[in-house]
C-alpha cells in the first residue's frame, strides 16, 4: 500500500456548504465561504494524528477542487485562501502536497494511496483507498 492521504477540503474537512450563501458568493466570485467555512471534523485530533502519520513516513496532502466558473483571477484567490485556511486551521501539519485544480479534474491525477473527500464520484475514481468523511478520525487511528 502506497503510504500516502489526502483530503479534499470543502464539504470534507471545511465546511464551505454550512455558509447560508456559499453559491451565490461563488457565483458573485467572492472568496467568503472558503475563507469563513468552520472546520468539520476536531483539527487538533487530526493535527497530532497526521503528524504521527508523517512521522512514520506516510505522505499528507490536499486535493481539492476550484469552482466551475471560468475566471483565473478567482481561481487565484480561491487558492490563496484554501491555503490560508489550511495554514490557520492546521498549523502544525506541514502539507506535503496541495494541490488546489480545476473542477471536474480527476483527483487520481495527483496522487494515489487514501483518499477522504464527502463526493461519491471522487472516491469510485480513485485509485487507492477513498473513504467518506464519516469517521475520518477513527480511519486514520487504524493505520
Known sequence: MIKAIYFDM???????????TWLDDILAKDIRPYRDAKPLINLS?????????????YT????????????????????????EWLAKHLPSVKFDEIHIINYGTPKSTCGNGILFDDEEPNRKEWKGQ????????GILKTL
Open 10 to 20: 470543502d464539504g470534507t474537512i471545511a465546511d464551505l456548504y454550512g455558509i447560508s
Open 130 to 137: 477513498a473513504y467518506n468523511v464519516n469517521d475520518i478520525i
Open 60 to 83: 499528507i496532502g490536499v486535493i481539492s477542487w476550484l469552482s466551475k466558473c471560468d475566471d483565473t483571477d478567482y481561481h487565484k484567490r480561491v487558492t490563496e485562501t484554501k491555503e
Open 45 to 57: 485530533s487530526l493535527a497530532r494524528i497526521l503528524n504521527r502519520l508523517q512521522k512514520n513516513g
